[in-house]
């Protein structure tokens, strides 16, 4: 009688503890498809301040111009405070080794001073929440040339 009364508060402490850890990572990841919608609008907000950089050239001075990509740039600024306060992070995967939890292959590059299998490029960037992965990175690896 008393092994299965000891059974019984084991198990009870077990569906504790399991609901309490789905809580938690439902409080840590109940944001995450809101935040893969937003690193398309951070994408679309980087590309644009590229963009408007390129166009302000010292043989052109527009102030107005200018003065949208300073805003452009301040708003970018802002969005990846935010991020970092709930948790997201840009990956930065150049020169690092490929890994097919965190990137996608979408061409290869000729190694030219690289270790084969070693990034060489990102088309996109990869985000991730907390650690967990919610967007891959789009990513060129460096392959041995062959002649």
Do not use: W
């Amino acid at each position: 009688l008393q092994e299965r009364y000891r059974k019984a508060l084991a198990d009870s402490e077990n569906v504790r503890r399991r609901t309490q850890k789905f809580v938690e990572d439902a409080k840590l990841f109940g944001i995450q498809s809101f935040c893969r919608d937003l690193v398309e609008v951070a994408d679309i907000l980087e590309k644009t301040a590229e963009s408007a950089a390129e166009e302000t050239e010292p043989s052109n001075p527009n102030p107005t111009l200018k003065k949208i990509y300073e805003g452009l740039s301040l708003i970018e600024a802002k969005l990846q405070s935010v991020f970092a306060k709930h948790g997201l992070q840009k990956m930065n995967p150049v020169g690092g080794k490929y890994d097919p939890y965190d990137h996608e292959i979408v061409c290869h590059v000729p190694a030219e001073g690289m270790q084969p299998g070693t990034i060489a490029l990102v088309t996109q960037d990869g985000y991730k929440l907390h650690g967990r992965t919610i967007r891959h990175a789009l990513v060129g690896v460096a392959v041995e040339s062959q002649e």
